[in-house]
């Protein structure tokens, strides 16, 4: 088994960052739950082999979502469904796929106890996602002033949550957990985390 590993965190831009996203997606095989999956845009990163079934609430977004689903040849609709509440049976998928998702759900720790039931043992998880800056820096000062208004207008976005955390907590091991600053204006370098890992 791969050991887990930190990177230091290291300044890349949005095209690097793309390109980390999709190696992460593609490499998840078997059945594979996408929660908050949007409009479809990890289609393109996910291997054609994956039996795909998706997860997304917001109704506008879901409709796009099916028929993106139906041109890259996934027959199954999308769930109408909040992350903290999955309706598929207990280790019923192999992996779960998440992309600036967790900054945005009701509650993070139960989202992910959902994850961790659906979960076969050992299944894998990827996610993505913009994370809390180190303590007592003024970047967390900005996330913490920024998140009251991204949450009300920017679908549920919290800027300040410490994703690494939550994600040990919940019991998943990380194979390949890597912290990044990506280049952004005005407020500059967002913090993000990709995370590989397993449930036990």
């Known amino acids: 088994m791969e050991q887990a590993k930190a990177a230091t965190s290291d300044l890349i831009d949005d095209d690097r960052l793309d390109d980390l996203e999709r190696e ?5 095989r078997g059945r594979v739950l996408e929660i908050g999956a ?16 998706g997860l997304e609430p917001d109704a506008e977004r879901r409709a796009e979502l099916a028929k993106r689903a139906r041109e890259w040849g996934h027959q199954a609709a999308p769930l109408d469904a909040m ?18 998702v967790l900054c945005s759900v009701a509650d993070p720790s139960v989202a992910l106890a959902e994850v961790r039931r659906v979960l076969v043992p050992g299944g894998r998880v990827v996610f993505v996602d913009h994370v809390a800056a180190p303590p007592r820096t003024a970047k967390r000062v900005v996330q913490r002033i920024a998140t009251p208004f991204t949450a009300r207008f920017c679908h549920g976005c919290h800027w300040d949550r410490d994703t690494a955390r939550t994600l040990v907590e919940a019991g998943f091991v990380g194979d390949d957990v890597r912290p990044f600053r990506v280049r952004s204006m005005p407020f ?11 449930a036990p």
Do not use: C, K, Q
């Open 24 to 28: 992460f997606v593609g490499r998840v």
């Open 83 to 100: 992350a903290e509440a999955i309706p598929l049976p207990d280790r019923s998928v192999d992996a779960v796929v998440a992309t600036y």
């Open 38 to 53: 949007g409009e479809g845009e990890n289609f393109g990163a996910l291997h054609l082999d994956v039996e795909w079934i």
């Open 188 to 198: 500059g370098p967002v913090p993000t985390l990709l995370f590989d890992g397993h």
